[in-house]
Structures are given as structure tokens and as C-alpha cells.
């Protein structure tokens, strides 16, 4: 299929709006359209595909930075190998930086309930010399 669509339909399509399109066109991430006479951009079922991947990986938590990086390989390499061997590294790099900031936060939570076991104590303390 070699419909070329314009922008309003190509966006509905891959269910994002022109204004996208045209911020992806700007970062690199997405060719700008075909500009026939009349001046309005026409996009192809290939350029919708690239779409619906860039769709894809930020659905899997990727940054537009880290999309940047990837979208290229799934469509130089046919077998997409290079593509997801690349989403393997960027996710397992989440992965190790969300397991360090949990382990921040239970360091942090302990913290605050070592603090909030201080207070309640003095509290008490104070409650009991008062009742005295």
C-alpha cells in the first residue's frame, strides 16, 4: 500500500497530533513529509510504521533522547536485532537506576520513621512529667 496521507490523517492514524508529527520532524526522528505543489505534507504507510514504533518505545518507557538512539537500528537492520539488543541495554540502565532510588528511598523512609519514633518518644516522655 503506497497511500500517502497528509499530516491531519497520518497524526489520527498513529494517534498523536500534527503538532507531534512536526516536533518529531524537528528532533530527527521522523523525515519531514513530502511537500507536493500545493504545500501540504504527504506521508507514506513506511513513515507511519517508524511512527508507530517511536509509539512503541515510548510506551516502554523510553525518553525521545533514548528513541533517538534506537529508531535508526530497526530500520537500517531488517532482522532487528540491533534495535532490541539496544532497548535490552537502555532498559536493564532503568532498571538499575530505579532499584538504586528505591534503595534511596527505604534509606530515606527509615530515616523519617527513626525521627518520627524520636519525637513520639519525646512526647511521651514530656506527656508523663507533666501528668506527674
Do not use: C
Not at 537492520?77 to 527505604?106: F, M, S, V, W, Y
Amino acid at each position: 500500500m503506497n497511500e500517502k496521507m497528509r499530516i491531519g490523517e497520518f497524526a489520527r492514524r498513529a494517534g498523536v497530533t500534527a503538532r507531534t508529527v512536526r516536533y518529531y520532524e524537528s528532533l530527527g526522528l521522523l523525515e519531514p513529509g513530502e511537500r507536493q505543489g500545493s504545500g501540504f505534507r504527504y506521508y507514506t504507510e513506511a513513515e507511519l510504521a517508524r511512527l508507530q514504533k517511536i509509539n512503541d518505545l515510548k510506551e516502554l518507557g523510553l525518553s525521545l533522547e533514548e528513541i533517538i538512539s534506537v529508531v535508526p537500528l530497526y530500520f537500517e537492520d531488517p532482522t532487528r536485532i540491533r534495535g532490541k539488543q539496544k532497548i535490552l541495554e537502555i532498559l536493564k540502565a532503568h532498571l538499575q537506576e530505579t532499584d538504586e532510588k528505591l534503595t534511596a528511598l527505604a534509606q530515606f523512609r527509615a530515616e523519617l520513621q527513626a525521627k518520627i519514633n524520636q519525637i513520639e518518644q519525646w512526647l511521651e516522655e514530656q506527656t508523663q512529667r507533666e501528668g506527674k
